[in-house]
């Protein structure tokens, strides 16, 4: 193999890194939102332990209970989406591995019939990348409705709980950031 083909080889192994950086920066971020659920399924867990050892009862402990259900239940949905996320961004991880080990494979075996396999790898790889982000989307939008819904919880429960005149006070500003009333 000559020097230019050489370097030419190693140029396309290197060209998958950028995607494999791309990878393990999703791979950390999809992990840290992981944590971040594990995190608030433990305070809510204590949230709901306290609740049973102080024998709270009536609307109030009600309505919180529902909404500690509630936001269980979308963060066990959040939870399965992103770890679907975190095997699929490791799949996609060993695919562009796979291409640039590829590339030198058959640069050096000289079998250019098999120039097929590295796109092949390539491009499951960046199918992968995209499913996992198309899942992140749809994790964070479910995110989302969580934090309209607790936000929803805390303003109802902040109308009962403050006086009148502030309720009113502050009424026109959120009114266009609630989904009802």
């Known amino acids: 193999m000559d020097p230019e083909s050489a370097i030419a080889v190693l140029t396309a192994m290197i060209t998958?890194?950028?995607?494999?950086?791309a990878c393990g920066s999703m791979i950390l971020s999809t992990s840290t939102r992981l944590g971040r659920i594990v995190d608030r399924v433990r305070s809510l867990s204590d949230r709901l332990e306290e609740m049973n050892q102080s024998n709270e009862r009536g609307e109030a402990a009600k309505a919180r209970l529902e909404m500690i259900f509630q936001q269980l239940d979308?963060?066990?949905?959040?939870s399965r989406i992103l770890q679907r996320c975190m095997v699929t961004f490791y799949l996609s991880l060993g695919m562009f591995v796979a291409t640039s080990v590829a590339i030198g494979v058959v640069a050096f075996s000289g079998r250019p019939r098999y120039n097929l396999i590295?796109?092949?790898l390539g491009i499951a790889g960046a199918c992968f990348l995209f499913y996992g982000s198309i899942l992140l989307i749809l994790e964070a939008r479910l995110a989302l409705s969580t934090i309209h819904?607790?936000?929803d919880y805390i303003w109802s429960q902040s109308k009962k709980n403050a006086p009148a005149e502030i309720v009113e006070q502050y009424k026109p500003h959120f009114v266009?950031?609630?989904r009802h009333e």
Do not use: N, Q, W, Y
């Open 118 to 120: 590295p796109v092949g």
């Open 16 to 21: 998958p890194a950028v995607l494999i950086s």
């Open 74 to 78: 979308k963060l066990t949905s959040r």
């Open 149 to 151: 819904s607790e936000m």
């Open 176 to 178: 266009h950031f609630r």
